[in-house]
């Protein structure tokens, strides 16, 4: 069972605003902040409902930290596997298109051909007025 | 301290703050609904800004603002920058959709051959660098108009970089003078369009076309060198004329293929840089200016007040002509940018580096692109002021409608006249009843073969000038006659018997001693009294300045 009190404590035991562990602090405390948690579930649409998946997410920081032991001085950083590809140059024609119907079978609501989707972005609610929430 | 200060103006443009109801100066510490962060969503009060050449009274601070543009232009393509569906304005929802562009899994984006060249024409064409290699990636967050949650733009290494955008702006006091004001190019970048959304509030839902969603985009990023809405809205325009001249974009405001959004800030003089808004949502070219310069009043209205500019994104509302806050971008936006794992780097190559034994149709070549650049408008203007000689301004005007340069260059192949006679007619008899009867140069019922003619008539002295403005008329309103035609029905043939017009001279000169007395004392009006006389005897037919000539010939004798 999971309170909106042992959400608010994990708040206060993780002392205050400590955020990300930095490079200067290898013994630093793993501990996420409920902002970040926050800012996250906001970003990525993700829940992390329970102080179990906060633990996790700590565990996995602090798993990925060992990258850190590396020493990448003077090293090109790679962004892609894909480095030595060649990327394909494709001719402007029309090739595709025409599968309305077929693309509007996937959604849930359809008004003449259009999607239907909810007004403008909901505002995700503060966490001061995030309703109390239960997971079993 | 004057000099210094009008560098950084927008030339006759102070920005002085006069208070609602023309007050000079309110008392400090009176903060306006904006600042207190409760009140979002209220407009503030729309004003209109306030442009004075009023010289600032002592103690009054003086204001300098800056304003940058980031200017997204449709591709011209056929197809789309990732996929293979079509690029069209209107046609029914979701029809030019293809799996890629509605994010199902299991799709991947190629890179449109077409839409690359158009990026490097664009960039040649301002002066850019051309990043030899440039990288795409993803923008994410969350709108139901981006099926995939993320933009595959070009973040952090766009394909050009540091060019220049030449435009002009009239000043001086009676804004006659043209001068040319350069705007540094920050980048152009790859990116693509979203999707369409419909809000439908009655029923409290969105509705969504994504037929625009994965268009080619190119992003053009300018420094904040402007300093007020009609700079932003010369260069904007010019930069509209460049895509347009390269084919790389039709440019339309009106059809969504050319957006704008400004960046605003103010300070005094002298100091530093003061925090900037985002105005979106200004696709309208005549209220790219009014926007601008109303956000600019509205900051220093704000800052003037003793209130704080806050860092936010505003759009612009038309029927209310005032900056509003919008609701969904509140607080700083984390695009989370990452590679775009599925696209490798993007090479481009010149003459000296193509890999040989390569795909041409694989391979991009800079210097080929550049060779096959079209004119740019900068040096077509140029081309008709020495080949013509005409002003700067008449250049510009010729090359701001869409047609009438070509329609010049038709009357000045079948004509005799002198080319400034051509460039006066089309720029104001022409131009004059297109705009009066708001008509493209495409749907002007006089052809330039007859406007040529016309002039044919005028250059032989054949017809008076004031003739020949009657024949205009006629020509617009009536279909199919000729000048010479009409010429003939309404008799508006010059005289050409110089005795006869002696006489009709000297008679007049007797009907009217009074007047001719008058004009012997020296009253210079008393003249054209007798040439309005003689002119109403030949029943127009006779050109005014002979008339003068001869009368004034008698009168000496």
């Known amino acids: 069972m999971w309170t909106r009190a042992v959400w608010l404590g994990l708040r206060a035991s993780a002392g205050g605003r400590r955020g990300f562990p930095s490079k200067a602090d290898p013994q630093g405390s793993r501990r996420v902040t409920a902002e970040l948690i926050e800012h996250l579930e906001r970003l990525a649409l993700v829940d992390f409902g329970s102080q179990e998946a906060v633990a996790r997410l700590e565990k996995a920081i602090a798993f990925a930290d060992r990258l850190r032991a590396v020493d990448t001085d003077g090293v090109e950083p790679m962004e892609s596997v894909l480095e030595d590809r060649c990327l394909y140059l494709r001719s402007d024609n029309v090739v595709e298109g025409n599968c309305a119907e077929e693309l509007l079978q996937n959604s849930h609501r359809v008004v003449e051909e259009y999607f239907v989707a909810p007004p403008g972005n909901i505002s995700w609610p503060k966490l001061d007025e995030k309703e109390p929430f239960s997971h079993c | ?557």
């Not at chain 2, 325009?237 to 704008?260: D, F, K, P």
């Not at chain 2, 019922?445 to 008539?457: G, N, Q």
Request: proline share 6%; with cysteine; glycine share 6%.
């Open chain 2, 1 to 557: 301290m004057a000099t210094p200060v009008l560098r950084w103006c927008c030339p006759g443009r102070r920005w002085v703050f006069a208070g609602i109801g023309g007050v000079s100066r309110h008392g400090r510490g009176v903060p306006t609904g904006s600042t207190s962060s409760g009140k979002r969503g209220q407009s503030s009060v729309a004003q209109q800004p306030l442009i004075t050449a009023q010289k600032p009274r002592k103690g009054e601070r003086e204001w300098a603002a800056v304003v940058g543009l980031e200017i997204h232009a449709q591709i011209a393509s056929n197809s789309k920058l990732f996929s293979g569906s079509q690029v069209d304005f209107a046609a029914p929802p979701n029809s030019l959709v293809s799996f890629f562009d509605a994010s199902l899994p299991g799709t991947l984006p190629v890179l449109n051959r077409r839409c690359v060249e158009a990026a490097v024409m664009t960039g040649l064409a301002l002066d850019c660098h051309i990043n030899r290699r440039s990288l795409f990636d993803r923008k994410h967050y969350f709108y139901a108009d981006l099926p995939a949650g993320y933009q595959i733009t070009q973040q952090r290494l766009p394909i050009a970089v540091n060019g220049s955008l030449a435009y002009s702006v009239c000043v001086g006091k009676r804004r006659s003078q043209m001068v040319t004001r350069t705007a540094r190019v920050k980048q152009i970048q790859l990116e693509q369009d979203s999707g369409k959304s419909l809000h439908d509030s009655l029923r409290s839902q969105t509705l969504i076309d994504l037929n625009r969603a994965g268009v080619g985009l190119l992003e053009v990023v300018l420094e904040p060198d402007m300093s007020c809405g009609e700079e932003a809205a010369a260069a904007v325009r010019e930069l509209q004329l460049i895509l347009q001249a390269l084919g790389t974009s039709q440019a339309n405001m009106a059809e969504g293929q050319l957006r704008v959004d400004a960046n605003i800030s103010v300070h005094n003089p002298g100091e530093p840089l003061g925090i900037r808004t985002e105005v979106k949502n200004l696709n309208s070219a005549r209220f790219l200016a009014k926007a601008i310069d109303y956000e600019i009043q509205r900051q220093i209205n704000e800052l003037e007040n003793g209130g704080k500019i806050l860092n936010e994104t505003r759009s612009f509302d038309y029927k209310l002509g005032c900056t509003v806050p919008m609701r969904d971008k509140e607080g700083k936006q984390d695009y989370r940018l990452m590679p775009e794992p599925n696209l490798p780097p993007l090479l481009l190559y010149d003459s000296g580096s193509l890999p040989p034994g390569t795909d041409p149709q694989q391979v991009i070549n800079i210097d080929q692109l550049r060779e096959q650049l079209p004119e740019l408008p900068r040096v077509t203007r140029e081309k008709l002021v020495q080949q013509y000689g005409m002003l700067p301004e008449h250049s510009f005007a010729l090359l701001n409608e869409v047609g009438l340069l070509e329609f010049f260059q038709n009357v000045i192949k079948e004509t005799r006249a002198e080319p400034k006679k051509v460039t006066s007619w089309v720029l104001n008899t022409f131009l004059g009843f297109l705009k009066q009867q708001n008509l493209a140069v495409s749907e002007s019922p006089v052809t330039p073969s007859a406007l040529a003619e016309l002039l044919d008539l005028l250059d032989r002295k054949a017809i008076s000038s004031s003739a020949a403005k009657q024949v205009f008329q006629e020509l617009w309103r009536s279909k199919g006659k000729t000048p010479a035609q009409i010429v003939a029905e309404k008799q508006l043939e010059l005289m050409q018997d110089a005795e006869a017009l002696e006489q009709l001279c000297c008679s007049t000169l007797e009907a009217h001693p009074q007047v001719v007395t008058d004009v012997k004392k020296g009253n210079p009006r008393a003249i054209n009294k007798l040439i309005g006389l003689v002119r109403r005897a030949t029943l127009g037919r006779a050109d005014p300045t002979v008339i003068k000539e001869v009368l004034e010939r008698q009168l000496s004798s």
